[in-house]
């Protein structure tokens, strides 16, 4: 196979030196002087400028990524942490003020308004509303709380407990959650949440001094609060606050009644009247966990033949990471939590990070990722870097639609029809499962960053949003401190404030991309390939009607989609 794959190299540079090595940031500065300072005398030139500073752009953040990626997959290794800080402390904060007078010399030229206005609408909107929002002042501010956020994943990456003589990662000691034996799943879950609420307050400071730094960079900005600010900073243009609510109320109403029917069937299945926390995750059918795999290698074949067999273009993709080492799967201590595709828009072939363990939540996190990494070699050869960053209710469709897609030919992870049926199962609920997690997570940051609040006041707050969005037939009776405090293991809300709901509006998007392939088969297949390709060329809701489907998390849209989940359910069981 090695021989067929063609292994991407790096473009040639036009602008920025083959032989750079950024270990100071007097190596960088005369780059963006050149760029500032250069005389533009047509519409041509200044294209041409563009593209230098998009290379410039693309050197940059693949060089970061870089320095985040080994230190999160070994937070134990000094020099990797100093190498990421390093950049956030000395490099990051001096570009910004380049980045922002480079826009202001692009939006003031006066050869702007030949250019073809279609091809950089998108773009141009975003450096415009970059231009509005940047403040000098808020630059150490930014670097204080790149540096903070990091904290967050050291601390959590310490985390660990023993299980049968055995220290585990929180990952793996997840997986005794599903033990078909009750009293191994209690012990479990005790000593996950003890272990959890030992850094509970840590974890609260560290919060606050979050949403301070926040705040204040918001209100240096001009904004009322860090929520408006953000929607502005991530380039919220096709959506409000208030369509956020909307969301929040149409979960409420069609997902969590679904979710609770799932729920009640479990607990009569199981045969309990104490339907308790550590019961959630056991098959109520008394099976064993589903074990699709073990070790890393395996999963990255088997999802190499499963993208295969559903578009070989799919697989090229992953083979060639493999092939050049561009995959880091298996859960190991020291090891950061948590998965992600981390694009680099240099080589052109992303990176996939996650925590694997060999259960079926990992196959389904590896064709997650897989899918973001499909979307980086779809739109890989875009004239400019920032058409490749696409917002994340578009990185998003594109892999939670490949995890629905990939369904198809699961198989490959399982020999057993049975198994294979309920991976299914299990995938189809989640994916309605989700949404009330997600709706409760982004409807708390709403309050968070709108309401002065004490800590108590913000776990109060997280069991009225819980009471409305959670899972009503759990009994959490002495464990009242456990769910006060489960937002905390969210990372989003430390590491990425309001990135987050985007999985909603994806997920609703994947289901109906998922009908539009189960009707139309390959036809659906190549409108979601058109999609991704455009990047970030066009709004989120042309891509989405390019894909085939809509932008909209109306209660109508989101109870026809539910509707369409439950009856695939069926199917399920009664084939």
Known sequence: MNNSINIPTRPTRKFVPEDLIIDSWIKIEPLFESLLNREILSAKNLEIWMLDRSELEAVLEEDMAWRYIKMNIDTTDKKLGDRFTFWIKEISPKMAPYSHQLNVKLVENTFLNELDSDKYKIYLRGVKKSIEIFREDNIPLYTEMETKQQEYGAISAKMSIEVDGETVTMQKAAQFLKDTNREKREEVYHKISQRRLEDKEKLDVLFDELITLRQEIAKNAGYRNYRDYMFAALGRFDYTATDCYSFHTAIEQEIVPIITSFEEKRKEKLGLENYKAWDTLVDANGKESLKPFEGGDILTDKS?????????????CLSTMKEMKHLDLESKNGKAPGGFMYPLYEIGVPFIYMNAVGSQRDVVTMVHEGGHAVHSFLSRDLSMTEFKSTPSEVAELASMSMELLSMKHWDVFYDNKEDLKRAKREQLEKALEGLPWIAAIDKFQHWIYTTDHTAEQRREQWME????????????QGQEDSLANQWQK???LYEVPFYYIEYGMAQLGAIAMWREYILKGEVALDNYTK????GYTKSIGEIYETAGIQFDFSVNYVKELSEFIKTQLSEIDNN
């Open 531 to 534: 999609a991704l390709k455009l």
């Open 304 to 316: 190499i033949e499963c993208f295969n067999r559903l578009r070989p273009y799919f697989g090229e």
């Open 465 to 476: 949003i819980s009471s409305e969005l959670g899972n009503p037939v759990v009994n959490w």
């Open 490 to 492: 969210q990372l989003h």
